[in-house]
């Protein structure tokens, strides 16, 4: 996915060179294929070469897997998640204070 929202639309050969290291074609394939029957990439034809692209932007991706953490593992309780990250997490003090910051902002809209 980050190869196909960085570059574009690409053929498997396309992503494959773009990873790092040494990547097969038939395991990029695979990965493109199991994102299409996902629904997170399409592919249209150009010649003889499927062209993939991304279907959901990152932040929509993101969304999704969190909406899956959520119910698979912390029934659907944010309060869960972030209770279970910050315990097991090592948090720099700037990023505490934005995280404080983004919790103030989060209890105003609540308020509206």
Do not use: C
């Amino acid at each position: 996915m980050e190869v196909l929202w960085a570059r574009g639309p690409a053929t498997v050969a396309e992503v494959a060179s773009a990873l790092p290291g040494r990547q097969a074609y038939t395991t990029v394939l695979t990965v493109l294929r199991v994102l299409e029957n996902k629904a997170q990439v399409r592919h249209t034809v150009r010649g003889r070469a499927y062209v993939y692209a991304a279907v959901v932007d990152r932040q929509q991706a993101r969304r999704r897997v969190i909406d899956h953490v959520l119910t698979r593992f912390f029934n659907n309780s944010p309060r869960e998640l972030m209770l279970s990250f910050l315990a097991s997490e090592r948090i720099e003090e700037g990023e505490l204070k934005r995280l404080q910051r983004l919790i103030s902002k989060a209890k105003g809209k609540s308020k509206k």
